[in-house]
């Protein structure tokens, strides 16, 4: 079984976000770029199918400028066989992406593609469900665990009221939640032995895909602040001012 | 040309996330359809018709709809999707679900978690976490979102009376299959949904001691909540994670105990009216969006507020 994973190269978590002076973006100038955290569980979920025997080949993909080959090489390091980068301006909407992924999984003739489930940049939420719907395969979003079996993928997912398991029919697409696994770390050899690995890089062009949206950005603002608040030195100093200042409890 | 609104609901009833869409939807300003697919699912439908602003209910009634799977339901709105201009759902774990693959098979954008209508193809909408608001325009023919209910008032439950329309297309899902499912039950107010919230971190150190919050809320009629930590160590189930990737509140009152206050987690709770936060560390970040902020040992304290409240 062949499992494509897309990865996205994204500010780093731990990075306190800036919005520009001028307002038309978010300041990513000398800021630490990381994996995507949801992008590495997916990396990690595909690893493990692999080392279970269940995965034969795990290749990696992500659409982007040259620098998202740092992360391509990152997920190499961590166990993956190969890398394709699509080759585009950053930032692309969600549907361009998931239609360039959609003709690299018909290429790979991927049977599993997993993705993480947001990204945590623009947090769409929405890449894996549009490229389910573009190749109409089935999806399972939000997944916390994952069980291959008889060419089936039971996977349970994290919902709004619990947790709900669905059977999906191979190939299909998984989106990722936290809690699926607990990404490993990428071993100094491992590292070493990524940068041998292959990595291909191909246009939009190439796929045949035509990229674009019909979505414009017309100002990103820093939201507003809280206006600073107060220390009580006890309880019955809180619970007096929640009931004669703030009015909240009666 | 109409706003067509995927309807959240579990046959059993309407869920209050519509009702903030209704808002959204009304905001934007044509006429407000809801659709509601599922199966044996008729008091959702009566409960519809009575939403105050909405003009039409659309009604999938049947077997193959009954767990709103993904595959199906987006193909079922695709296929009555033309004389929209917007297609909107509530951005819950099932509008999330959905309402991309409906974005994908129309060839349009999606909005996610739109907090604010500024005109019929223009909205706001959080990115990064919420430490940035991104104004977007498009131009779709077809305008898709989904929408995040703190970001709008909910619309009345009652006086409205809309007509009915039954649809008859039958689309089965036949390559994804419900399994099973383990809903969280409580007697408590739904998280996104409550006026009160009382949240545990980290810092309560196991599920056991989640009991205190309990008296609390029992006290002030609150739902609880938690952070990712506590999620992930195992002391409450996934559905009660707030925060960037978990659920967004706003209630009127919103207490962390024991959380440290890392961005993910303010992204889902810092719009909440008033912020209390008691944690023994006085340099905690929750402290810097607190009004009222307690430093203190919380298993002395939250015994403590139970009884003086
Ligand atoms: C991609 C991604 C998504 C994430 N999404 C979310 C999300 O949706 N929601 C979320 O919450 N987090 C999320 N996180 C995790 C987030 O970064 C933090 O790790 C998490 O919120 C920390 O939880 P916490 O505050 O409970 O734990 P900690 O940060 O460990 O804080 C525990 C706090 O408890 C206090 N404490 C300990 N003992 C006591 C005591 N006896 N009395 C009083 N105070 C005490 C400590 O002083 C400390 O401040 C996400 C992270 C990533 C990378």
Redesign the interface.
Known sequence: MKILVSVKRV?D?NV??R?KADHTA?DLTNVKMSMNPFCEIAVEEAIRLKEKGIASDVVVVSVGSKSCQETLRTALALGADRAIQVETEDGL???SV?KLIAKVAQEEAADLVIMG??S???????????????LD??????A?EVVIENGEA?VT?????????????LP?VITT???LNEPRFASLPNIMKAKKKPLDVKTPADLGVEVG???????????PQ?A?????G???E??D??KNE?K??S | MSILILAEH?NKSLKPATLNTVTAATQIGADVHLLVVGFECQTVVEQASQVAGVSKVLVADNAVYE?Q???NV?KLVVDIASGYGHILAPA???G??????????L???????VIKVESAD?FVR???????????????AVKVLTVRSTGFDAAASTGGNAEREVLSQVIA?D??????????ESDRPEL?AAN?IISGGRGMGNGENFKLLEGVADK?GAAIGAS?AA??AGFV???LQVG??G?TVAP??YIAVGISGA??HLAGM?DS????AINKD?DAPI??????????DLFD?VP??EK??
Do not use: C, W
């Open positions: 500010i978590y306190k976000v919005v978010v909407d969600s549907l998931a489930k947001q945590i940049d623009s947090d769409n939420n929405q890449t894996g469900q549009m490229l389910a719907a573009l395969y089935p999806q399972a979003t939000f916390s039971h997912r994290e919902i709004d009221g619990g947790l709900q398991t669905l059977a999906i029919t299909a939640d936290l809690r949206s019909n979505v414009s950005i017309v100002s990103v603002t820093p939201p809280r600073g608040g107060i220390k009580v006890s309880v019955a809180l619970v001012k929640l703030a909240v409890v | 579990d767990h799977l993904a595959e987006s819950t774990t099932t999330k679900n959905t309402l991309p693959r409906v974005a994908a098979l060839n349009v954008a999606q909005l996610s978690d223009t959080p990115i990064y976490a919420g430490n940035a608001i991104a104004t977007v325009k498009t131009t779709d899902s390559r994804s299959r419900f399994v099973k499912e383990q809903l969280a996104t009160v002030l990712r999620v992930d189930p996934n559905d960037q990737t659920k009127d009152l961005i993910q810092k009216k008033v912020i209390v006085e402290f810097q969006v607190a009004d009222y902020g307690l430093v203190a304290a403590e507020l003086s409240l």
